[in-house]
């Protein structure tokens, strides 16, 4: 167990809906990463968040949107979904703000859209 | 752009025979290269981190070590347990790179079997 819990664990979906994917980082860590993993593409890297502050930005779409609470808590907002967008999303947590050294990842959250 | 490359893509070894999981990267600026463990459905496992060329971590059955150009995950008398998809990243600190990102090969999937 990181520590790192994520919630919900699974979510089916229709085209076009909007979902909420929530991630609680390890106690300690002040910053949240979000990963997105599917068959085609591997682990990319989407956002980073530190201390409530974006930090840096990866392949992340328009249509994806992200916020760390000031109780370090982060939610990824996916909406206009497309099929496409069916994929395991994962968060990772670690304590350096620069984003340097490891990253712990929660278990995941699988999102289907039919 | 920063790559990473592991090899094979798949590797089926009988219980007790040893062998080994490659990594090349091309990245401007090595921060650091990192060892996961992910098992089917859950979130990659932290295993090690490795700074400089020479470095070389341990952990049960598993070694990883590291040169200027690719990091190799030795695995000595594997088990059935130690199947899994071992995946390699790392950290970069050169022009283009964003800053913390982890860049993720594809994996190596390992099945050994009794």
């Known amino acids: 167990d990181s520590g790192v819990t994520q919630t919900p664990k699974h979510l089916i979906t229709a085209t076009g809906q909007r979902v909420t994917l929530r991630c609680s980082p390890r106690?300690?860590?002040?910053?949240v990463y979000w990963y997105q993993q599917s068959l085609d593409q591997g682990l990319q890297f989407l956002i980073q968040y530190y201390n409530g502050e974006e930090r840096a930005k990866g392949n992340i779409l328009e249509r994806f949107s992200a916020q760390q609470f000031p109780d370090l808590h982060s939610e990824l907002n996916l909406s206009s979904l497309e099929l496409g967008d069916s994929a395991l999303y994962f968060c990772?947590?670690?304590?350096?703000?620069?984003?340097?050294?490891?990253?712990?990842f929660g278990p995941g959250t699988r999102l289907t859209v039919t | 752009e920063d790559q990473v490359t592991q090899s094979p893509e798949a590797l089926r070894l009988q219980e007790g025979e040893s062998s080994s999981l490659n990594c090349s990267y091309t990245?401007?600026?090595?921060?650091?290269l990192f060892w996961y463990r992910q098992d089917p459905g859950k979130g990659p496992e932290f295993l090690f981190t490795?700074?400089?060329a020479g470095e070389e971590k341990e952990k049960e059955r598993l070694k990883a070590t590291l040169t200027k150009k690719e990091s190799f995950l030795h695995i000595t008398a594997p088990k059935p347990e130690d199947s899994a998809t071992y995946l390699c990243a790392v950290q970069a600190s050169g022009r283009g790179s964003t800053l913390g990102r982890l860049y993720f090969g594809r994996g190596t999937q390992l099945t050994v079997w009794p």
């Open positions: 990772a947590s670690s304590v350096s703000g620069t984003g340097f050294g490891e990253q712990y």
């Open positions: 990245v401007s600026g090595l921060r650091g």
């Open positions: 490795l700074y400089s």
């Open positions: 106690s300690g860590d002040l910053s």
